[in-house]
């Protein structure tokens, strides 16, 4: 099982961006999936939640802000930011679980300047 993350970079305040997460070895259509972030010096939090059959949920922080979506004939997890804050600086992660077993993306940075 591989995930490969995309789209990071860096953003003025207020800007937007699209992160992609290429899922190979695991059918998204069977699993649930995340995206995770980390600063440095933090542990990952998850900020956002895709379960099969249910709503999307995200963390306080990032709500009305972020959106989580999967494509499953692409096998992508995907993450729309928008309205992006100095805050929201860190390595973007994507996971997928599947019966207990989880898997990680090795990530891709997000800075949004000031």
Partial sequence: VQLLESGGGVVQAGGSLGLSCLVSGLALSSVDVFWGRQEPGKEREVVATLRRGSSAMYTDSVKGRFTIS????KNTINLRMNSLKPEDTAIYSCKGRKLGASY????????VSS
């Fill in 104 to 111: 990680w993306g090795q990530g891709t940075q997000v800075t």
């Fill in 70 to 73: 999967r494509n499953s004939a």
